[in-house]
């Protein structure tokens, strides 16, 4: 079967971690690529590396908490280059932080970020997709259904992602917009396990925690979203794709483990 490459793919967050090396997925396969995020450093830097890279690439500082802001980038990416194919959002906060001691600001904070920060990016999008045969992929996380320890505000902010997710996917379908998410377990080199799993000790005892008993590579990761934007997966829509090595199999008992190693 032959997939057909998308020819605009917009990347909320798509300056680091997961969500650039989806931007640089895209970009290798000759996609204009559009990323957003809050630095404006961080923008540039990831624009010049597409474009070194020869893509066709144009970026955007925005708060995703900034609705208006985020609504003018996606304007502007439409009216570049037309409606939007792929769209990947993965913006997000986190760091570890007992119920008892979060203030909260922090819970806010994530759930601003995360949550909120979805549905703008959504919201923004509609009328600027491919109708029919745009596919959205919203990254989350295993804490979407494991009540993680440390993660309360985390766990609760990709829960209602999911939810928006699955909302979506009912409510546009109709258009031809197919939307999933994707829960990474661990992953190498991001921010978020640099938080979650600070020491040597703490890396083992995530890593026991898996059944395949490695982290996750960005290209794990990536592949799976590239899969559920392909035509290989045009009857899937409003799934939650865990893409964690099996870490969710163990249920809370094993990530609480981890989490106090």
């Given amino acids: 079967m032959t997939t057909a490459v998308p020819r605009v793919v917009f990347v909320a967050g798509g300056t680091s971690g997961i969500n650039f090396a989806v931007a640089q997925h895209y970009a290798a396969l000759g996609c204009r690529v559009a990323v957003l995020s809050r630095s404006q450093d961080k923008v540039d830097a990831a624009v010049h590396a597409l ?22 980038a996606f304007a502007r990416a439409a009216q570049a280059w037309g409606p939007i194919d792929v769209l990947v959002s993965g913006a997000a906060g986190n760091f570890a932080a007992p119920a008892s001691e979060l203030s909260p600001r922090g819970f806010e904070t994530v759930v601003d970020i995360d949550l909120v920060g979805t549905f703008n990016v959504m919201r923004a999008a509609w009328g ?51 939307v999933n998410s994707v829960a990474p377990g661990p992953v190498s080199g991001t921010e978020g396990m640099r938080r979650l799993a600070p020491t040597e000790s703490s890396v083992k005892a995530w890593t026991q925690a898996v059944p395949l008993r490695r982290f996750a590579e960005t290209d794990d990761v990536v592949r799976a ?17 865990s893409v964690d090595g099996g870490l969710a199999l163990g249920g809370a008992g094993a990530i609480a483990s981890a989490i106090t190693a």
Wanted: one cysteine or more; proline letters at 4%.
């Fill in 51 to 72: 474009a070194d890279s020869g893509a066709d690439a144009i970026g955007f500082a925005a708060d995703v908490r900034d609705a208006q802001a985020v609504d003018d």
């Fill in 128 to 178: 600027r997709l491919s109708t029919p045969g745009a596919a959205i992929v919203n990254v989350t996380a295993a804490q979407s259904w494991l009540p993680i320890p440390g993660q309360i505000h985390v766990n609760a902010a990709k829960a209602g992602i999911d939810q928006v997710t699955r909302t979506l996917a009912v409510e546009w379908g109709p258009n031809g917009i197919r």
């Fill in 225 to 241: 979203i590239d899969w559920l934007c392909s035509d290989a997966a045009s009857y899937v829509t409003g799934q939650v794709l």
